[in-house]
Structure formats: structure tokens, C-alpha cells
């Protein structure tokens, strides 16, 4: 039987509709830990446009065929033949019910792709290619059926059994058997196909659209953990009103379900009505969960939701067409997050994760347009690149044609295509139709891959009161597009007075100013815009709120960035200009050989961000943070690992000691002394406390450490109980081994719990940690079968410099042993970790060659995932 193993290229340019279609699945699912059987019965109709006796394509993997009928009559040996992903069934003429056998064993399944256990709970991940792991099928998303599945199990150990739609019938059977019968009226793709069962613990609610349905909302986990559900259906009903208010879409099925499993390879998946959720991005309680896990819960439970228009009910033809979905479906949980918390905060977020992960990507082995022209396996294909900024370009769209004609356009999207496979140009041509607008250069950023940059030349001429600003873009080479076009950029920017005023802004050939702030539109290589009518030479804020993900190049003085960063209206670009200050310092540190020292500039800036601290905490706790590690390496055409690590560590030290008086008093401030509150307003409290306990503790005193340790002692929340072990582990204190003990001890029972102590241990900022995580290999806890303990020891070392990129190599071996080892488990995560390894162009020759050697290891063996075989092969092109 085909395994899955071949390692062709798939391209975009080649899709073909299929020969047949499948109207309905029938399942009949017999579920045993080590032979589940699945009896199937597909209803196919030809293709109208296909010739009569075309072949059925069926994939299918890591199953045992057992048998085949079409409509009842057994089929001959030679009907069925292998291909290299499946099966061809020969001589079909006009279609029929062909009812199919065959066995999978779920208990060594530890890919985790198909239907596996977790902890004794029987569940399914069918996206990219998992239900070809179930059934023989045409697993491909631009086949759509209606769904009706059988499921029979154990009473004793399967008290609940669950798939997509409603529930129809359910009764018992002889041997402490019983079964349900589950039916999806909406046709899907099979990536969007579940099933779970298992002794699961029930939090229910109801949510009323506001057509007057009410909807049952029920969310499953194991027993122990059911009270940490609650954060995740609170966030629910909240990303159910959302989007009826802010996009006219309601809910469709009386049920609407969410199940954790603790085991699982990414944060959650949108199966039609029923949602699997890893418990990282499920569960939250205060005293289990930080502020940030509570945030990360209400995104993916929202993105989840919004799933249901936005890739179920319409989807994806291709898996080319990937950010139809994701980009979309990213911009809008952005936008509900915005809404429930501050818009400036997760913008800074957002822009942060980009650049740390998807600007790298960009420049790296694996880049890739939004919407990729071809691959090798389509799980490494779920990036940021497709994600983050496919829903950059969701949000440029947004701009550009502005909110009003973006609804309309969302509108006409459904209007159009509910019900429908479709493609990203499907999107666009939408977009276009409702506003007007010509999207032609536009469509670019769909094709193009690589990080755009803009270049500003300004110029002020005091005699006529003009000001111009001069613009080139240009986007660097990437992997296998040596070639590249100008965008069409949306630059929002406003200019300000000397004193900080926003000024009023008339472009040439314009007779009256038009507001203080404007979206310019960038086509050409070389744009000039003048604006009139200045008495004095501005300051010019540009690219507002990050309005399009590319990198900008201005020259600015340091008075000028210190009065954006006091007073620009955008908070963004405030939260900017500190960053750049900061930058600039630290760059010259690493030039010098790896010494920075805090100028006055940086130090009033901290001052001012500080002082304003009471309006915004929230914001402030990200104005006081130094750009990172990956960041600064990306601002030279080479990384100097000690150059870089060495600035950050000696500027990080020099702000602690000459701020010491203002992180003391910060943390007095806003250090709530009464019982713990949820609300937007503490958590911004504790944001910014907990970043001034982190600042003074960079280059400790005695009292900065009392503090960390009192606030150990007493938090009644993991927000405030984490962040004071995070400082005693900074602070390299005696008191931090104990400390950690402590944490360990108390939460050894919570899974997630202990993984921020993996996470935290791994992440510390000095060459030791590898003697650490080589000793934590071996703790007890630590297991390669859980995806989430992986990342959070081995994940977490493979980004934190310091260890990774030791001079000597053995960070880069560590961690390609683990690949290895992970790999005939599980390639999704084994391909995951690859990815660091892969992106060793920027580093120096020494490194480059020690990341190289490391990768061809992982090449020479002859049974090496596609999954990782992609990204070996690709990174050493
Ligand atoms: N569609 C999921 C999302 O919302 C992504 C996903 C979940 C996934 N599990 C997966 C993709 C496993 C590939 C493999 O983003
Ligand atoms: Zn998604």
C-alpha cells in the first residue's frame, strides 16, 4: 500500500478538476485502539466535462485495503489498481455507490494525522491529507460531499461519541457496545471531516443568533481539565456576536462543537461544527495561565469560529489557495482582537511576529509567495508567509478600498461563491467588482514572495513652502525568483510640526489641505509626492500603523524620532520610533565588537513612556522592550552572533542600572495589592510591572530580587507567579534553582503548566543552556510523543541564540538529533524544528558550514520524511 513517501513536485499550474465527483460519504466506523474498521460508501457521478470510463483516482495511505463493491457487486482484482498515492479504480462508467473496506490502527498512529489516540481519546486531524489515512478517497478540497457517519464503540471507555452536523440516532449493541449516527447536511471537503470519541467531561451554554436560533454550544475535554474550558466559551459567544456584527455572519447548525486533546500538531482545526483544539490553545484559568494564554485562547477559539464562512462554507479549490482561507480568516481574529483589546497593542503584536518569523522566511530557502506555485508536501506549507502575511494583504486590500467597499466586497465573496471550492483570484475579483478599484498590479503580492523595501528621500524647499518626499521600492531576490516587480503599496502617513502639531496635507495640483493623515499609493520603482503649503520642515510619520509588511528605509535624526515617539497620533509609529532608537544604538554596539551603551536619548525616551505609563500600560510594557535578537540580525547583511547577543546583554544591563529608580517606582505603581481581576485594565498592570521586574533585575540589587521573590511567594495568578520565576532565572539569584523546584513541584499534574517550565529553562540567555536542556532530555516528564513538550524544550533551544548558535556547533547537533529521532514518529513536528537549521545563509562561514553539515546528515538518510526531505533539499540548493 502507498505510504506516502514519494517526494514529487505538485504545481499549482497543473490543476485539473477531477474525473468524478463524490457526492456523499457514508462512513460506517468500528473504533478499536490497534484495527479500527471503516466501511465507506462513496456516491460518485462523473464529471460532466470527463470522458465516460475515466479512472477513479483514490488516495489513500497507512491503511490495510480490505475490500471493494460497486453498487453491490464485488469488484474484480484487477478493477483495482495501486498508484503511487493511493488507488485507480479501472472501468467506472456513470457513477455509483462504491462501498469500501479497510482497516487503519489509530494506537500507533503517532503522526497524529488521520485518527489517532490521545490519552485514550479517539480523535481525527484530517487537514492537509489525514482522512486518506480513513478512508480511500478523493481527498482533495475542491470534492465536496454530504456526510453521514456511524460511529460504534466501547460504553464503558467511549461514553461520547461525536462527527460533524447533528446528531441522528444513537443506541446500544451487544459486547458493551453502542453506537451514534451523526449526519453533516452542509457538503464539505474531507479535510474538514471529524471524528472524536472517548470518556470526555462536558461544559455547555447556548448562544442565541441574533435571527433568534439558539445554538447549543458544548465543549469537551478530559474530566480534570473541564474547568479550564471556561475562558474558551466566554470566548465563543464573544467571536459569535463579532462576526454577526461586523460581518453579517451567523452561525448555521443548531451545535456547535469544541473538543481538547493533548495531542496535537498545531493550535486547532475548523472541522465543520466540530472544532479540535490542542488544550494549549483551549484551556485558561487564572491560576494555571497568563494573560497571554488567556489572549492566545480568545484568538484561536475566534479564528476557529470564523472559520466557518471563512474556509468551510466557502473554500479552497487548492491547497495553492491556502491564504483564501488562513489570510483571511487571520485578518478578521485580528480585527476581533483589536476590538475586545487594544487595537495599538496587537498591532505591535502582529507586526513583531512578522518580522521575527515571516521576514525571515522571506529571505530564507523555504520563500514562498502567499500563494505557492508549487511543493513537495503541503504541511510545510502552513507559515507565516501564508498566514501573517496573507493577511497583510487581506488588511492592504482593506485600506486601500477602504472599510465600506471592503464589507461590500466580503458581501459579494458570499453572494457568489457560498458553497463553493474557490481561489484566491475568486477573492480578489470580488473585491474589485463591489469597490471599483483596479486590483491588476495588485495581485502581485499573491505571486511575488520577499520583503518590499522602501526607501524615502525628503527634501524641503522654505521658499515655496514645499515638501517632497521621494520613494523607491524594490524587493530583493528571493529562492527561485530572481526577478522582481514593483507593488502596489498603500503608505498611510501623516507629517508633523516641529512642536508636534499634525499638519494639514495638500499634495501638488490639490487646492485645499485633505485631513492630517492620508494613504498614498505607491506603483512605480521611483515616486515623487510633494506636498504644499509648509511653513517649516515637517517630521513625517510614515507607513501608519504598519500599513503594508515591508521594510522602510528613512534616514531620521534621534530629536526626531524622540517626538514621534512622544507625539505622534499613531500609536504604532510611537511604539516605532522608540524601537528605532533602540536599534540604532544597537547596531553601533555591534559594530564596535558587541558594546552598547544606553544614550540620554533612549534614556528620555523610557522616561517619557514611563511617565505617560497610566493611560496605557499596556502599550507602555511594549515601549519598554528592546527589538530582539532575530530582529537586529536581520537589519546587516551578516548575523554576528556574539556581536549582537553582547550589545543586547550591555544595553540590557545599562538601562537596568540607570533606570533604576524609575523600574522600582513603576513596579510600586502599578502592582495591584488586592485579589486578582481578568479585565483588560489589570492585565495591562501587570504587563508593564512585570516588564519593570524583568528591567531590574537585568543587572540586580538586593531589592530587586526581594521583589521577584515576594511576588513568587505570594502570586495568586501564573501572570504574576511567572514572570517573578522568569526574573529570578534572569537575575541568576541562587534562589532561582530553588524557585524553579517549587514551581515543578506544585504544578508537576498540569501538562501545560510544566511546559512553561520546559520553555522558560530553554530559553535562558547564556552558552549553559545546552547542559540544561541536554539534562532536562531526561527528566521525567519529558517525552518526544507530545508535539507541545517538543516545542517547548526542543522548539524554544532552537530559537534562543545563545545555544542554538554556539560557536562550537553542538546546538545545531542537539537539535538535529531530535529531528531525527522525532521524525518516523511524527514529520509534521520533525519538519517544524528543521526550519532554524535551514536558514544559515545570513550566519557567518563557520556557522553556515556546521548548519550545512547538519542538514546533509538528515539528507543522507534513506528514510527521511517528504516532510523534512523538502526542507533539507531546498535549504541546501
Ligand atoms: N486550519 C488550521 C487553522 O486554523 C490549521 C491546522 C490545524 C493544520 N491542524 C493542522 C494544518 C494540521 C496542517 C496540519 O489554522
Ligand atoms: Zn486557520
Same mark, same amino acid.
Not at 522582481?484 to 502617513?493: I, N, S, Y
Not at 492620508?518 to 520603482?525: D, N
Given at each position: 500500500?502507498?505510504?506516502? $513517501? ?6 499549482? /499550474? ?15 466506523? *468500528? ?20 470522458p ?57 498512529n ?18 492537509a ?44 449493541l451487544p459486547?458493551?457496545?453502542h ?31 441574533r ?9 469537551? $475535554? ?40 493533548? !495531542? ?68 478578521? *481574529? ?6 475586545m ?8 503584536? *502582529? ?17 514562498h ?18 498566514y501573517e502575511k ?20 466580503i458581501? &459579494? ?56 518626499? /521621494? ?5 530583493p ?10 507593488? !502596489?503599496?498603500?503608505?498611510? &502617513?501623516?507629517?508633523?510640526?516641529r ?37 517649516s /520642515? ?40 522608540g ?15 558587541? !558594546? ?12 517619557k ?39 543586547l546583554? $550591555? ?5 537596568s ?38 528591567w ?15 511576588q ?12 517573578a ?17 517549587? =514551581? ?10 510544566v511546559?512553561?517550565? =520546559? ?10 543552556? &545546552? ?5 532536562l ?49 511524527n514529520?509534521?513536528?520533525?519538519s ?20 550545512r ?10 528514510d527521511?520524511?517528504? *516532510?523534512?526531505? /523538502? ?7
Amino acid at each position: 500500500m502507498a505510504d506516502g $513517501s514519494t517526494r514529487s513536485i505538485i504545481r499549482r /499550474e497543473d490543476y485539473r478538476e477531477p474525473d468524478w465527483w463524490t457526492r456523499q460519504i457514508e462512513l460506517d466506523v *468500528d473504533l478499536k485502539p490497534l484495527e479500527t474498521t471503516v466501511v465507506s460508501r462513496l456516491t460518485l457521478e462523473r464529471n460532466v466535462k470527463s470522458p465516460a470510463g475515466a479512472d477513479l483516482l483514490l488516495d489513500g495511505e497507512a491503511m490495510t485495503f480490505v475490500s471493494a463493491s460497486l453498487d453491490g457487486v464485488p469488484l474484480d482484482p484487477q478493477q483495482v489498481e495501486r498508484t503511487a498515492t493511493g488507488i485507480a479504480v479501472k472501468g467506472m462508467r456513470d457513477g455509483g455507490v462504491l462501498e469500501i473496506t479497510q482497516r487503519c490502527d489509530p494506537r500507533n498512529n503517532t503522526a497524529l494525522s488521520g485518527l489517532y489516540l490521545s490519552n485514550g481519546i479517539f480523535c481525527t486531524q484530517c487537514e492537509a491529507e489525514g482522512f486518506r489515512r480513513i478512508a480511500f478517497s478523493q481527498d482533495r478540497p475542491d470534492v465536496m460531499s454530504t456526510y453521514r457517519v456511524r460511529i460504534t464503540g466501547d460504553r464503558k471507555s467511549c461514553p461520547v461519541m461525536l462527527s460533524n452536523g447533528n446528531p441522528v440516532e444513537q443506541g446500544d449493541l451487544p459486547d458493551g457496545r453502542h453506537y451514534a449516527v451523526w449526519e453533516d447536511p452542509f457538503p464539505k471537503p474531507s479535510y474538514l471531516f471529524a471524528l472524536v470519541a472517548g470518556d470526555l467531561g462536558l461544559l455547555q451554554d447556548s448562544f442565541t443568533t441574533r435571527s433568534g436560533r439558539v445554538v447549543d454550544l458544548r465543549i469537551y $475535554s478530559e474530566h480534570a481539565v473541564i474547568d479550564q474550558c471556561r475562558h474558551a466559551m466566554e470566548s465563543l459567544k464573544k467571536s459569535m456576536k463579532w462576526d454577526e456584527e461586523a460581518y453579517g455572519l451567523e452561525y448555521d447548525l443548531d451545535l456547535f462543537m469544541i473538543v481538547a486533546v493533548s !495531542h496535537f500538531n498545531m493550535g486547532a482545526m475548523e472541522n465543520k461544527g466540530l472544532n479540535i483544539f490542542n488544550t494549549s490553545a483551549t484551556l485558561a484559568r487564572a491560576d494555571t495561565a497568563t494573560d497571554a494564554d488567556f489572549m492566545q485562547v480568545e484568538r484561536i477559539v475566534a479564528h476557529e469560529y470564523f472559520h466557518n464562512w471563512t474556509g468551510n462554507r466557502v473554500t479552497c479549490r487548492d491547497w495553492f489557495q491556502l491564504t483564501l482561507k488562513e489570510g483571511l480568516t487571520v485578518f478578521r *481574529d485580528q480585527q476581533f482582537t483589536a476590538d475586545m483589546h487594544s487595537a495599538a497593542v496587537k498591532r505591535i503584536g *502582529d507586526v513583531q511576529l512578522l518580522r521575527e518569523g515571516q521576514f525571515p522566511e522571506d529571505a530564507g530557502p523555504m520563500s514562498h509567495p502567499i500563494r505557492p506555485d508549487s511543493y513537495v508536501e503541503i504541511n510545510n506549507f502552513y507559515t507565516r508567509t501564508v498566514y501573517e502575511k496573507g493577511a497583510e494583504v487581506i488588511r492592504m486590500i482593506h485600506t486601500l478600498i477602504g472599510p465600506k467597499a471592503y464589507r461590500a466586497g466580503i458581501d &459579494l465573496y458570499f453572494e457568489r461563491h457560498d458553497g463553493q471550492a474557490v481561489t484566491c483570484e475568486d477573492f480578489v475579483r470580488a473585491m474589485e467588482d463591489a469597490s471599483g478599484r483596479d486590483l491588476g498590479q495588485f495581485r502581485r503580492w499573491y505571486s511575488q514572495a520577499g520583503t518590499p523595501e522602501l526607501s524615502v528621500e525628503r527634501s524641503f524647499d522654505p521658499r515655496s513652502g514645499s515638501y517632497a518626499l /521621494e520613494i523607491t521600492q524594490g524587493t530583493p531576490p528571493t529562492a527561485g525568483q530572481p526577478d522582481k516587480l514593483p507593488l !502596489h503599496v498603500p503608505l498611510r &502617513l501623516g507629517l508633523l510640526s516641529r512642536d508636534g502639531r499634525p499638519l494639514p496635507l495638500m499634495l501638488e495640483g490639490e487646492n485645499e489641505p485633505q485631513g492630517t493623515e492620508r494613504v498614498l499609493e505607491l506603483t512605480g520603482e521611483r515616486q515623487r509626492f510633494v506636498f504644499k503649503g509648509l511653513n517649516s /520642515e515637517p517630521v513625517p510619520s510614515l507607513l501608519r500603523n504598519f500599513s503594508a509588511p515591508v521594510r522602510l528605509k528613512l534616514d531620521y535624526a534621534d530629536d526626531e524620532l524622540a517626538l514621534l515617539l512622544g507625539q505622534d497620533e499613531d500609536a504604532f509609529n510611537r511604539w516605532e520610533a522608540g524601537q528605532q532608537l533602540a536599534m540604532r544604538l544597537i547596531l553601533r554596539g555591534v559594530d564596535a565588537g558587541g !558594546h552598547a551603551e544606553a544614550s540620554d536619548a533612549l534614556l528620555a525616551a523610557f522616561r517619557k513612556v514611563l511617565a505617560d505609563a497610566p493611560a496605557d500600560p499596556a502599550f507602555a510594557a511594549r515601549a519598554v522592550q528592546l527589538p530582539s535578537f532575530t530582529y537586529v540580525g536581520q537589519q546587516r547583511p551578516v548575523i554576528d552572533v556574539e556581536g549582537i547577543t553582547g550589545a543586547l546583554r $550591555s544595553l540590557q544591563r545599562g538601562l537596568s542600572t540607570a533606570l533604576r529608580e524609575d523600574w522600582a517606582a513603576t513596579y510600586e505603581h502599578f502592582h495591584d495589592i488586592g485579589p486578582f481581576a481578568a479585565d483588560n485594565g489589570a492585565a495591562g498592570r501587570r504587563a508593564i510591572k512585570n516588564q519593570a521586574l524583568f528591567w531590574s533585575v537585568q543587572a540586580p540589587d538586593a531589592a530587586a530580587i526581594a521583589r521577584a521573590q515576594r511576588q513568587f511567594e505570594r502570586a495568586d495568578n501564573m501572570t504574576d507567579s511567572f514572570a517573578a520565576l522568569r526574573a529570578l532565572v534572569e537575575s541568576r539569584d541562587p534562589s532561582a534553582a530553588s524557585a524553579l523546584g517549587t =514551581f515543578y513541584a506544585r504544578w508537576q499534574n498540569e501538562p501545560l503548566v510544566v511546559n512553561k517550565w =520546559f520553555a522558560l529553562q530553554a530559553s535562558a540567555d547564556d552558552e549553559g543552556v &545546552l547542559a540544561t536542556v541536554e539534562r532536562l532530555l531526561h527528566h521525567p516528564a519529558f517525552t518526544l510523543g507530545n508535539p507541545n513538550r517538543v516545542y517547548s524544550l526542543v522548539g524554544v533551544f532552537a530559537n534562543n541564540p545563545a545555544g542554538f548558535h554556539r560557536a562550537d556547533g553542538a546546538g545545531y547537533r542537539f537539535v538535529m538529533d531530535r529531528i531525527l529521532e522525532v521524525d518516523p514518529k511524527n514529520p509534521q513536528v520533525a519538519s517544524r524544528l528543521m526550519r532554524p537549521l535551514g536558514r544559515f545563509k545570513p550566519y557567518d562561514e563557520r556557522r553556515r558550514a556546521l548548519m550545512r553539515a547538519e542538514l546533509e546528515r538528515a539528507l543522507a538518510r534513506p528514510d527521511l520524511s517528504r *516532510d523534512c526531505y /523538502e526542507v533539507a533539499s531546498k535549504s541546501l540548493e
